[in-house]
Structures are given as C-alpha cells and as structure tokens.
C-alpha cells in the first residue's frame, strides 16, 4: 500500500473569498502547466503507487464526494465552485447579491486550450470520483489513517481538493465522465503531461491504486515530459 503523502498545493491555490483581481481586459493568461518540481515529484511517487484491478462499484455514487450534489460552502457565502471560477476564469464579473460568485467571464480551458465562455465551462475531478471509489476509496477498501479517520472524510476530500479540479469546457467534462487516463486524455497534447502529473499527485495524496494500463500511460505520459530548461 501506498503511503499517503502531503503534497504541497497545486501552482494557484484556492483562497478565502475577498476582493477579485481579474486579468486586464484582452489579456489571455496563459494554462498553468505542471513545475519542474512537480514533473520530479510525481516520477518519484509513480514507483510508490501500488498496480492492481479495480474494485467493484457496489455502492458507489457521485454524491459520496459532493454530498447532496452540491458545491460545499467555504464561507462568506461562498463555494468550493465559486472558488474555482476566480481562480481560473478572468475577466470575471461578479455578482452583486454575493459579491464571491462570478456570473459572466472567460475561461482559458487546460483541456482543449481554448478560451471559454464561463457558462460552457464546468468543473471536473482529474481523478473522476468513480475511479477513486474504485482504487481504494470505497469502504471495503479504505485504510483509515489519522488525516481521514472514515472513508466519507477521504470521499469528500477527494470531492473538494482544488488540486483535483479544473474549470473545462463541459463538453469535454462530458466526453471524459468518469474515465481514467488509459481511456481518455485531453486533446490538448501540452497539457498531457500536467494531466498526468496532477493524477499522481492526487492519488499519492490519498493512497490510491491505479490500474495496469493506467500506470503505463501515466508512466508514457512522465517520460515525454519537456526536459527542464537551460
């Protein structure tokens, strides 16, 4: 089994609810792409995920990590979503009755590298929550640890951890659903390696399995990662 390691924050953590700063007007920032560190981190983690089949999805729903179905509340009359649509959409307009809640903007989306209206875009689990009910978060299982004591405290995490989810165009939430990366990866190629980096880090972080055909692509995926520059 795995040990579970804490891993430091993806590169834009999500933040109480304050005061917006959005990009100026015209300006596209760019996709935020895996470090250096986190390409080095993520090859030495690879090789401490254990390899085995799936378990069966007795049981499993989506509401096990978003109980109810709903975004849970960080305060201020915000949500984890809310939190992820400031963090990456820009030229953002905010809501007048809940000051945190964008209603209009853009969205520079990782998985097809095209600048999206924010009502297209939808937030997607990197590591879908079927394939981590299915590699080790499901109660027959699920190793208690002192950081999660019940496996509804790891489901939820997993549910909410910003370092699992990224605002994407929905109609590739929706071609993806609950694949693993041997299955589907995103059309755009320059994110595939950051695609695979986020997978090991996550499921490093939560002691998770992968499976044999995902542990090859996501090894693939390590290796053609763009050497460090000069």
């Known amino acids: 089994m795995a040990t579970r390691v804490q891993l430091a924050t ?3 953590a999500l933040t109480a609810c304050g005061p917006v700063t959005s990009s100026s007007q015209g300006h596209i920032p760019p996709v935020v792409l895996a470090s250096q560190q986190q390409i080095d981190q993520a090859r030495a ?3 401490q995920l254990p390899v085995k089949g799936r378990s069966a999805a007795t049981g499993y729903s989506p509401n096990l990590f978003l109980p109810g179905g709903r975004w849970p509340s960080t305060g ?7 939190q992820l649509l400031r963090r990456d959409g820009f030229d953002l307009t905010m809501s007048a009755k809940r000051p945190c809640h964008p209603v209009a903007g853009k ?3 990782p998985y097809s590298g095209q600048v999206i209206d924010l009502s297209d875009a939808e937030a997607e689990h ?11 978060a499901a109660p027959d299982t699920f190793t208690p640890t002192k950081q999660w004591p019940t496996v509804e405290a790891m489901q939820q995490a997993i549910g909410r951890d910003p370092d699992n989810l990224l605002m994407v165009a929905g109609r590739l939430n929706s ?5 693993n990366i041997a ?8 994110y595939r390696c950051t695609y695979a980096v986020k ?10 399995w992968t499976v044999p055909a995902e542990n090859a692509r996501l090894r693939q995926r390590l290796n053609s990662c763009p050497a460090p520059a000069k």
């Not at 071609?175 to 694949?179: A, G, H, L, R, V």
């Open 76 to 82: 201020h009359g915000c949500t984890v979503r809310d």
């Open 175 to 179: 071609k993806k659903q609950e694949s």
């Open 199 to 208: 997978i090991v880090l996550v499921k490093a972080r939560y002691g998770l």
């Open 183 to 190: 299955s589907w990866e995103p059309p755009n190629k320059a």
């Open 45 to 47: 983690l690879i090789d």
């Open 107 to 109: 969205i520079h989306d």
């Open 10 to 12: 993806w590169a834009i």
């Open 126 to 136: 990197v590591v879908a929550r079927k394939d981590a009910f299915t590699t080790g």
